[in-house]
Antibody
Framework: VQLQQSGPGLVKPSQTLSLTCSVSGDSVSSNSVAWNWIRQSPSRGLEWLGR?????????DYAVSVKGRITINPDTSKNQFSLQLNSVTPEDTAVYYC???????????????????WGLGTLVTVSS | DIVMTQTPLSSPVTLGQPASISCRSSQSLVHSDGNTYLSWLQQRPGQPPRLLIYKISNRFSGVPDRFSGSGAGTDFTLKISRVETEDVGVYYC????????FGQGTKLEIK
């Protein structure tokens, strides 16, 4: 499985940050995988932002810190998922990662926290 | 939110010697299903994080057996039996019992 990130590296304050993660080697519609966005900054460290996953229908979970500003959407036609973060400020400057999280380990045991692989990361700077 | 606190924040270690990193959660990580979902990740300079350990003590595919995890409830430990040059980086614990949160990281460096 490989994850390829794309999107702009510079966003103006108050605008919307948009990133896409293209998936190869797996399906975003898999019913035993979740697709996550995580960011990393010197001030906040690693911060989980949210995820989308399919279990007969689509679900989303979002971190409290960004709830109300964040949308994570799957695009099954392109086998990718996206991150939108609205009303950004310089505090949102970070390296953004996408990551796959499998529900089950290789032995078939339910194992949340199996984050692998990760995208290479996209540095997004919020500045005018 | 569950807060994850790691100690130490920096750990200088001699090559070939053991290293230990602690992680404490602000509340029990025992899930309603009885399992504890605590992972450890390694981040080498310039790379994304890499999964080492999941469910407290299970090594992920390809992880050397010098890495081991232990703990229960709110207190967890990552141990490296004999530190090698390639182990330099920052180590994070992450809980997956209630959403996902990371520790602040422990920087492992060679003395």
């Amino acid at each position: 499985v490989q994850l390829q990130q794309s999107g702009p590296g510079l966003v103006k304050p108050s605008q919307t940050l948009s990133l896409t993660c293209s998936v190869s080697g797996d399906s975003v519609s898999s019913n035993s995988v979740a697709w996550n966005w995580i960011r990393q900054s010197p001030s906040r460290g690693l911060e989980w932002l949210g995820r989308t996953f399919y279990r007969s229908k689509w679900y989303n979970d979002y971190a409290v810190s960004v709830k109300g500003r964040i949308t994570i959407n799957p695009d099954t036609s392109k086998n990718q998922f996206s991150l939108q973060l609205n009303s950004v400020t310089p505090e949102d400057t970070a390296v953004y990662y996408c990551a796959r999280e499998a529900d089950y380990d290789s032995s078939g045991y339910y194992s949340p926290g199996l984050f692998d692989p990760w995208g290479l990361g996209t540095l997004v700077t919020v500045s005018s | 939110d569950i807060v994850m606190t790691q100690t130490p924040l920096s750990s200088p270690v001699t090559l070939g010697q053991p290293a230990s990193i602690s992680c404490r959660s602000s509340q029990s990580l025992v899930h309603s299903d009885g399992n504890t979902y605590l992972s450890w990740l390694q981040q080498r300079p310039g790379q994304p994080p890499r999964l080492l350990i999941y469910k407290i003590s299970n090594r992920f595919s390809g992880v050397p057996d010098r890495f081991s995890g232990s703990g229960a409830g709110t207190d967890f430990t990552l141990k490296i039996s004999r530190v090698e040059t390639e182990d330099v980086g920052v180590y994070y614990c992450m809980q997956a019992t209630q959403f996902r949160t990371f520790g602040q990281g422990t920087k492992l460096e060679i003395k």
